[in-house]
């Protein structure tokens, strides 16, 4: 009896396999020296762009001449070889990859870290370096070694105050930041069933912070209803009775608002505990929570209300924003005072808009608070929508309100 | 494959924004994230990484996958890296850009005198021999050749 891991991978834990790629994609950051190496490899021509995509998040829209000129050259190189482009202000590549092209089953790849993110659609998706990507686009298929996996076991409902991001937060403090190295998480049990498609992908997408190579859900009827809204037919995946290395287990309903304090990922506290720390900045949005379901969440939070602190808002992508305009919650976010900036990584990895100064405190619904990660002396809080939400109000870390 | 250095020693979890932060990425020329490469964690070290061998804890390398951080260590003259644990993306990064990735547990002291040898598959800190992980024949390949790019010129 297989993981999904080892189905999808098609052998045993351990085992070293070459296998074609279904989907291969990098950004504006990893893409220029994906093309790069190509250049280095002397590849001409790419079998399969089919199969590629170039989508601009990190530094969008350009911020300096040399930024601009690069993304132009790249953005050049995507139609000469026939490679799908989503350009600036088109979102997050996992978001995009999350919308209607990554189903159950497939194999992804990302030149980003978290690419494991698209393993809430129970696909195959990690992330690799721009060497290894442009070898996969030579050739179409790149070596795996068949991942031991995990189980994150949920139980219960998320109540009170509780998101999906706060189980993240309570399984990445769990396992630690290296406790799955190497390994796949597979997200199991009752509990995974009421979890959101918007709540399985930031489960997912935090899987690399405790050093894991692919956090997977089985497809079941959320995936398949999710992916119906894109126009895509998928079938659910049924778990097979196998050996995993270590269970975690986690009580949904035991979860409470946590944050995760600099400089450490692993380091969660209560909100509780540290709530009163004071703010210069909040952040809602990135690859974890940037989301139509975190934007809706934080609106609920700060209508009617103003803001005490400088909060930026970046939708994940096109989609989420046109959601949320359609839906009303961009109205109350902008109303509230808030700053809402166009789809994409935003200040996420502290390139260009939203830099922390010397000592400044940001309290993000990221998925790193590494040192300087927004800016050199800045410190970074990790927290959920709601929580940012409640904060962002206070301008201190508070603990919100059930709903 | 072998390599000789005196050991820069570096603690667990040392990841991608301190091996090359993020404010530096958005150039090619890879002479800037040599000379910036670990700027955050000690302003010194970028100057002592030419000919050394870097001894980290575990975890190694954990964070985005920003082939730049391996490149930096590469371009600043780093022989190798020895560290317990690799996280996976740097471990397969320096495989492709020729930088020697050794999963061994060694006692460093800052300065010792590091030599490895990965077809024997050891690592010694002034004489002290420790196993290392031996790595697959087709990554040895790729580190001989210099990298992913220059084996598959070579394959071709
Ligand atoms: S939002 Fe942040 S973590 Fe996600 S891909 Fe962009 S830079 Fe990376």
Known sequence: MSTLSERILGAPAGAYVDREVDIAFAHDGTGLLTREALREMEVERLPHPERLRLIFDHIVPANTGMTATLQAELREYARSSGIELSDAGGGICHQVMSEGVVRPGMIAVGADSHTCTLGALGAFATGMGATDMAAIWASGATWFRVPETIAVRLSGRLDGAAEPKDVALAYVAKLGMEGATYRALEFVGDGAAGISMDGRLTLSNMAVETGAKAGIFYADGVTVRYLAEYGVTASPQTPEDCRYEREVDIDLSGIVPLVAVPPRVDTVREAEEVAGTHLDQVLVGTCTNGRYDDLAQFARVVRGKRVAVRTLVVPASRAVLARAIASGVLADIVDAGCMVMPPGCGPCLGAHAGVLGEGEVCLSTANRNFKNRMGVGGDIYLSSAATAAASALAGEIAVPEAV | ?156
């Open chain 2, 1 to 156: 494959m072998q390599g000789v250095g005196p050991a820069v020693c570096l603690g667990n979890d040392i990841d991608t924004d301190v091996i090359i932060a993020g404010r530096y990425l958005r150039t090619k020329d890879r002479s800037v994230w040599a000379e910036h490469a670990f700027e955050d964690l000690d302003p010194t070290l970028a100057g002592r990484l030419s000919g050394a061998i870097i001894v980290a804890g575990k975890n190694m390398g954990c964070g985005s996958s920003r082939e730049q951080a391996v490149v930096a260590l590469r371009e600043a003259g780093v022989v190798g890296v020895v560290a317990p644990s690799f996280a996976r993306i740097f471990f397969r990064n320096a495989i492709n850009v020729g930088l020697p990735a050794i999963e061994a547990e060694v006692v460093c002291t800052d300065g010792a005198h590091v030599a490895f040898d990965l077809d024997a598959g050891w690592v010694e800190v002034d004489g002290e021999r420790y196993p290392a992980r031996p790595l697959s024949e087709k990554m040895v390949a790729i580190l001989r050749a210099g990298g992913l790019a220059p084996y598959w010129r070579s394959c071709r």
